[in-house]
């Protein structure tokens, strides 16, 4: 039995076929595709979604002192001059952030080797901050896969491949 399904593609397009899919598929929570794509899709999927559970706790909350630079009600920023010199003025600011264990970050880049980035959209945060409790306590099985209809084109089996 094969690893996986070549759908008749050559490797690169392979690859780049199933990481959009993916992307589309943790972005908007479904997606319509045939079934022989969506089989190899869902493989991929649930693999980052329990990666992402095992390491949805793994960080640290540290507080850090940040300089940031003093704007005025126009949101420019504040300047005084300074031995014949415009100097920007900055505020020190305590700030709480998340910093990743070694595992965590090992999870995590290991999901940016798979998915598209998105503009404005961190799709790694929002598998661990928004999947990853929701399917915590369950024991894989995170999509479904409902039959739709045959494509009108070329027959092909059309499915709807979603998240649980």
Known sequence: MAKY?????TSS???ALLRGQVTQLIQHGKIVTTEAKAKEVKKIAEGLIAAAIREKDNFDEVTV???????????????????GKKVTV?????????KDQPSRLHARRQMLKVLYTVEGEDLCKKLFEEYAPKYASRNGGYTRIVKIAQRKGDGALEVLLELV
């Open 13 to 15: 397009q392979r690859k």
């Open 90 to 98: 900055y505020d020190e600011v305590q700030k709480t952030i998340k």
């Open 65 to 83: 002192t940040a300089k940031v630079a003093r704007k005025d009600k126009d949101g420019k920023r504040v300047k005084e001059v300074v031995d």
């Open 5 to 9: 399904r070549k759908l008749s593609r």
